[in-house]
C-alpha cells in the first residue's frame, strides 16, 4: 500500500522559511518522480514543484522558482520542500504526489502551511 506522510508545516511570518518533509513507503520510491502540490483556501490544486527519480534535476512553477527548492533522499525514502522567502500567498494545505507535475497518482493527507503579513 503506497504512503505519503507530510510533515513540518504550520504557522510562519512573511519572509520566514519552512521546510516540509514526506515520508513515503510502499513503492520503490527511487524509481518514481515526485512532485509537490497545494491547495490554497477556496481554490483548486496548483502544481509547486517536481524531481525527477533518478537523474538529478527538478522544475518549479513560476510562482516559487527562486524561493521554494524540492529535494529528495532516495536512501531514506523521502522527499523535501525547503520553502524561503514565503509570502502570504503561500498559504495552503501542501501535499506530497508520487509522479511528475499534473501526473500523480497517490499523495498524501497533506500539511498546513500559514504565512502571515
Known amino acids: 500500500e503506497v504512503q505519503l506522510v507530510e510533515s513540518g508545516g504550520g504557522l510562519v511570518q512573511a519572509g520566514g522559511s519552512v521546510r516540509l518533509s514526506c515520508a513515503a513507503s510502499?513503492?520503490?520510491?527511487?524509481?518514481?518522480?515526485m512532485s509537490w502540490v497545494r491547495r490554497a483556501p477556496g481554490k483548486g490544486l496548483e502544481w509547486v514543484s517536481s524531481i525527477w527519480s533518478r537523474v538529478s534535476g527538478s522544475t518549479h512553477a513560476n510562482s516559487v522558482k527562486g524561493r521554494f527548492t524540492i529535494s529528495r533522499d532516495n536512501a531514506k525514502n523521502t522527499l523535501y520542500l525547503q520553502m524561503n522567502s514565503l509570502k502570504p500567498e503561500d498559504t495552503a494545505v501542501y501535499y506530497c504526489a508520487k509522479g511528475f507535475a499534473n501526473d500523480y497518482d497517490y499523495w498524501g493527507q497533506g500539511t498546513q502551511v500559514t504565512v502571515s503579513s
Open positions: 510502499g513503492f520503490t520510491f527511487s524509481s518514481y518522480p
